[in-house]
């Protein structure tokens, strides 16, 4: 089920009408599901809905990004009817969407569940291993210019990190710091 789960949101990536593009997949999905697995067996989580969760967090922003604003609420619709297709209990579609509801780093909404954590972490994570598909977007879906994107991508990530639990942090430090490094523009000194 999961298989067939990965391969629905991929395919709903490589669509043209999808405005993130595939990079999508490759450059965030792909990362999430990573560190969502990573965090729940970390902190003893329920690998089959995180990993469910992991995979659907996004997908009604893939599949209508006019639905981007509220897209944690539209994909949790989305992952029920996904889920139903498999006869998957009500009992653990709950579970799936209350983790995709409360995955934004933008939106605070309270993590209810060792899995809401993993799911809010990795997603937050995420945006540390793809610094160039989030500069991508920024400059051409966006269409910002160095300083607008610069600055968003600066922003998103210290709202990224400040959301992390403990655990996540310490896991996601080093790229943290290499991420600042790079994207803060401070002079440099002469010694």
């Not at 709903?12 to 997949?25: D, L, V």
């Not at 297709?85 to 579609?93: M, R, T």
């Not at 799911?119 to 879906?141: E, K, P, Q, T, V």
């Amino acid at each position: 089920m999961i298989q067939k789960i990965a391969n629905i949101v991929e395919e709903a990536c490589k669509r043209e009408t999808n405005y993130f593009g595939y990079s999508i997949w490759k450059h965030h999905i792909v990362n999430v599901v990573k560190y969502a697995k990573l965090l729940a067996k970390e902190i003893n989580a329920d690998l089959e809905i995180v990993e469910i969760a992991s995979l659907l967090h996004d997908y009604a922003s893939i599949i209508d990004y006019n639905l981007y604003e509220d897209h944690h609420i539209h994909s949790a619709t989305e992952a029920e009817k996904i889920l139903k297709q498999f006869n998957y209990s009500q009992e653990k579609i709950e579970l799936v969407k209350q983790c995709i509801i409360s995955h934004r780093g933008s939106k605070t909404k309270s993590k209810e569940s060792k899995e809401s954590i993993c799911i809010a972490d990795a997603d937050g994570m995420s945006h540390f291993d793809s610094i160039s598909s989030l500069l991508y977007l920024a400059f051409f879906s966006h269409k910002m210019n160095i300083d607008e994107a610069n600055n968003w991508l600066l922003g998103k990530l210290e709202r990224s990190w400040s959301k992390l639990s403990p655990e996540a942090k310490e896991i996601i430090t080093d790229k943290y710091n290499a991420c600042k490094l790079l994207l803060e523009n401070k002079d440099c000194k002469n010694d």
